[in-house]
């Protein structure tokens, strides 16, 4: 299922763009059990991501979702980049994909030595 925000900018309707068009009001966005909604209390609007954006470039791409998921309390890793198949040698990206996820950091695997009688 995919959704597009609306041409005028606002993000208060979600367009379903896989079912004729339907519109879906904030509302009626089903959210999955167990799920939690970021807390946007403190940052301002234009600092929120919103479905659609753009950026000039793939590196300020990755610093607003960087400072954002500081804000909101998780991190970002860099998945995959692609880059121009033409100008192999400049290594250009064209695309990348940025990841979200609240794990952090990984806790160290190893047990703490423990004495057995």
């Known amino acids: ?18 079912e004729g068009n339907e519109e879906l009001s904030v509302g009626e966005v ?3 059990e167990g799920s939690k909604l970021p807390d946007h209390s403190g940052i301002s609007e234009e600092k929120i ?10 590196p300020l791409a990755q610093e607003f979702y960087a400072n954002y998921a500081k804000k909101v309390g998780f991190v ?15 290594k250009i990206p064209i ?9 952090g950091y ?12």
Do not use: Y
């Open 49 to 58: 991501p919103v479905i659609g954006m753009c950026f000039d470039s793939l």
């Open 95 to 103: 695309n990348q994909f940025i990841h979200c996820t609240r794990k």
């Open 1 to 18: 299922m995919e959704f597009s925000s609306p041409e005028d900018g606002s993000n208060s309707t979600l367009i379903n763009s896989n």
């Open 30 to 32: 089903v959210i999955q």
């Open 76 to 90: 970002t890793k860099i998945r995959n980049t692609n880059f121009d198949k033409i100008q192999k040698k400049s």
């Open 106 to 117: 990984r806790e160290s695997r190893v047990k703490a030595a423990t004495w057995a009688n």
